[in-house]
C-alpha cells in the first residue's frame, strides 16, 4: 500500500509540474503586470494610429527597442488629458526629470541574447512576438517567448516574414494572390536571412 501511495503521489507530482510549467503562471502569458500608468496599446495604436517607432525609438537601430521618455508622452499630454489623475505619475516624472518605472512584459532571461534591430531589420514583425498589441487596452504577454517558441520561428521562418514596410503593421496580410511562404522564401533571400543551420545554432542566442 506505501509503495502504491507513494507511486500515485510522484505521478501526481510529475503531472503537476508539467501543468505548472505550461501554464500562464509560469510563461506569463496573458498575465498584466501593473505599471505606473495603465497605458492602452490599443487607444493608441487602434484608436489614434501611432506607429510603434514614435514610441520605440530606438527598435531598428539597437537591440533594445526601448521604453517612451516622459517627454515623448508629454509631447501629447501637455495640451490632452492635462488634469487627469490617471496620468500625475507621468505629470511628475516630467517635472522632476525622472524616468517612470515600468514593468517590463516582456522579459528575456539574462542567458538570452535577443536584437530587435537584428529582427525587424530582416522583416520579422512586432506582432510575431507582442500579438496584436492595437487589441490589447492592457499590455500583456501573448507568447510564451520560451525557447521552443524561438525555435519553431527560427526553423521556419519564411511564413513570418514581412516586407519592411509592413514590419509594423498590425493585422497585415499579404496582397490578393500571393502565397505567403512564397512571398517569404522571396523576402528571406531579399534579407540575406541566415542558413536555417546557423539560425539553430546555440551560440546565435545564447553567447
Known sequence: MALVLLSVGLLALVLAAGYYFRSPY????????PQPVP????????GLGLDCRYCHTSTRTSDFAGVPESEICMTCHSQLWTEA??????????????PLRWTRVHDLP?????????????????????????Q??????KKTLFMGFCLECHRDPAPNLR????????GWRPPAGRDRRELGETLMQRYHTPSRERLTDCSLCHQ
Open 136 to 141: 490589447q487596452p492592457l499590455t500583456h504577454q
Open 163 to 170: 516586407p519592411p514596410e509592413a514590419v509594423f503593421e498590425m
Open 85 to 98: 489623475g490617471v496620468l500625475e505619475p507621468l505629470r511628475q516624472s516630467f517635472r522632476d526629470n525622472r
Open 39 to 46: 497605458f492602452s496599446h490599443e487607444h493608441h495604436v487602434a
Open 110 to 134: 539574462d542567458y538570452v541574447r535577443f536584437s530587435h534591430s537584428g529582427h525587424v531589420n530582416h522583416g520579422v514583425p512586432c506582432e510575431a512576438c507582442h500579438g496584436r498589441v492595437d
Open 26 to 33: 509560469y510563461s506569463g502569458v496573458n498575465q498584466t503586470p
